[in-house]
DNA sequence: TTAGATGCAAAGACTTTGCGCACTT
DNA sequence: AAGTGCGCAAAGTCTTTGCATCTAA
């Protein structure tokens, strides 16, 4: 099985391949995501980088996470109300989101196989699995629900 | 079989239910709800309440849908990128976005019946169905990418 | 009458963009 | 050396909020 894009230096080479120049900020970028486990948003994505990189600026993130997106090495997702999160496409599965502690989880495809048959085949609609995004109340909202405070 | 509030009556009954005041603005709000297909950004029910009633604002708009949104008369989403998008929540199920052209379709929450259970059992995850938005290309854009301009 | 609702305008959060210098190639 | 990428700051969206006024009950 080939990994995708799950190492800095294979993210680096896609960037490189593209013929776009590999810059520390680049690099630095890359390192988070490869670092992190499940998505970020943007600014937890700057906040990291400026964590070894000081000089690096919120636009340049915006910039490089677009860059990579182009480049299919992110995926970015609207989770909840605002901030999108990124992460590596190799790296995607569903997302769950629970509206109550805004606590996510992230599942693997194979749960979404179904219906993904099902919605390719009643509408011709073919879900992206990288932008899977499903929101609810997770186990430990719903316990606390039933024994209010 | 009743219809939560799908008729400005009903709605404007929730608020008053509610101990909310039942305005002019409410009003329209509740109309141009009811009578919308579908969903709506902000923008768009500010717009066709503004056609009848020109001196509502905007944040006049942003309120009442809140207040509707805690009623459990309106249902949120944000389908693509930016501005979220607001419909009944008696008229809800699940939204499939076409990433290439924005398009959006409503389907009958049945679809995601199995889901929902296999979401539940593996993870105790309960989808909430009334925010359940996929991404992903629609029939016409999977055509029109197998035959490039 | 009187407390909630509205309009207006300013503030906020998140994201994008313009410009000149710096750095990669 | 040449041109892309960057930092900075300003501008752009979308949404929220403060306050004085108005209005539904």
New binding site residues.
């Given amino acids: 099985m080939t990994k995708p894009e799950n190492s800095v230096d294979e993210i680096l080479s896609s960037v490189?391949g593209a013929a776009?120049?590999?810059?520390?900020?680049?690099r630095t970028v890359a390192e988070v995501l490869v670092n992190a486990r499940g998505h970020l948003?943007?600014?937890e994505v700057t906040i990291a980088v400026q964590d070894r990189r000081p000089?690096?600026?919120?636009?340049?993130v915006?910039?490089?996470l677009?860059e990579f997106e182009e480049l299919k090495i992110v995926v970015h997702t609207h989770l909840g109300q605002?901030?999108?999160v990124y992460h590596l496409s190799g790296a995607v599965h569903g997302h769950l989101t629970c509206e109550q502690c805004n606590a996510t989880v992230q599942i693997p495809a194979a749960h979404f196989d179904a219906l993904s048959k099902d919605l390719q085949k009643s509408y011709g609609f073919m879900l992206d699995r990288h932008h899977v995004a499903i929101s609810g109340t997770c186990a430990h909202c719903q316990s606390a629900r039933r024994r209010p405070t």
Avoid: L
Wanted: glycine share 0%; no cysteine.
């Fill in positions: 490189r776009k120049r590999v810059t520390i900020a680049k948003t943007v600014d000089d690096v600026s919120p636009s340049t915006y910039r490089i677009e605002s901030a999108a």
